[in-house]
């Protein structure tokens, strides 16, 4: 088992940048890749960034080139950097952990971009 707690939203003009951070209750290197995953109203969760062991990550077309995911092993964080936020990234923003068996979620995060 493990906690994973989100901190970091808000809200932000277009334009703007916000730096969410997860925090693990235990060692993150346990996970095959970390990720932050968001839910806009009415849609479905999506993949926004992930970052595995060994520092490989992978983008949404929605956001490469905007976005940057990065970790701390040694402080179990994993940080996501926001630069030119648009309305369409408004959503609740997921940390997630993701292991052989499943995954572990974080309680959400608000990012409100406003226009």
């Known amino acids: 088992q493990v906690q994973l707690v989100e901190s970091g939203g808000g809200l932000m003009q277009a334009g703007g940048s916000l730096r969410l951070s997860c925090s693990a209750s235990?060692?993150?290197?346990?996970?095959?890749?970390m990720g932050w995953y968001r839910q806009a109203p009415g849609k479905q969760r999506e993949m926004v960034a992930t970052?595995?062991?060994?520092?490989?990550?992978a983008y949404a077309d929605s956001v490469k080139g905007r976005f940057a995911i990065s970790r701390d092993n040694a402080k179990n964080t994993v940080t996501l950097q926001m630069n030119s936020l648009k309305p369409d990234d408004t959503a609740v923003y997921y940390c997630?952990?993701?292991?052989?068996?499943?995954?572990?979620w974080g309680q959400g995060t608000q990012v409100t971009v406003s226009s």
């Open positions: 997630n952990a993701h292991f052989a068996y499943g995954n572990y």
């Open positions: 235990r060692s993150i290197l346990n996970f095959n890749y």
């Open positions: 970052i595995t062991n060994s520092g490989s990550t």
